[in-house]
């Protein structure tokens, strides 16, 4: 069992950064392959990013490719989703999401999942 807590989420300008973190319970964080997941208002739930259990493997869904970064610190039992150049589209509760064993684009894939952080980007 794995609880989450994202935080780092608000309000910025287009062209702006935002670092999210995603603090997990338990001592087996490492065990745990880690995602990042979206939902605008009246949109479905989407794939943002993901990173193996060591940190070795990651993974970006083509709107985010080369502006956002995944990252963890599993003696930190944190993942991080670092925003950057950040465009109005971007904006929606971004959550973070733990799968036992390989990563997976598929949300239905996780079965622990935080409470969700805003994300607004606007001028």
């Known amino acids: 069992q794995v609880q989450l807590v994202e935080s780092g989420g608000g309000l910025v300008q287009p062209g702006g950064s935002l670092r999210l973190s995603c603090a997990a319970s338990g001592r087996t964080f490492s065990t745990y392959s880690m995602g990042w997941f979206r939902q605008a208002p009246g949109k479905e739930r989407e794939f943002v990013s993901a990173?193996?259990?060591?940190?070795?493997?990651?993974d970006y869904s083509d709107s985010v490719k080369g502006r956002f970064t995944i990252s963890r610190a599993n003696a930190k039992s944190t993942v991080y989703l670092q925003m950057n150049s950040l465009k109005p589209e971007d904006t929606a509760v971004y959550y973070c999401?733990?799968?036992?064993?390989?990563?997976?684009?598929?949300?239905?894939?996780?079965?622990?999942w935080g409470q969700g952080t805003q994300v607004t980007v606007s001028s």
């Open positions: 990173i193996s259990r060591g940190g070795g493997i990651t």
């Open positions: 999401a733990a799968r036992y064993g390989v990563m997976d684009v598929t949300d239905k894939a996780y079965g622990y």
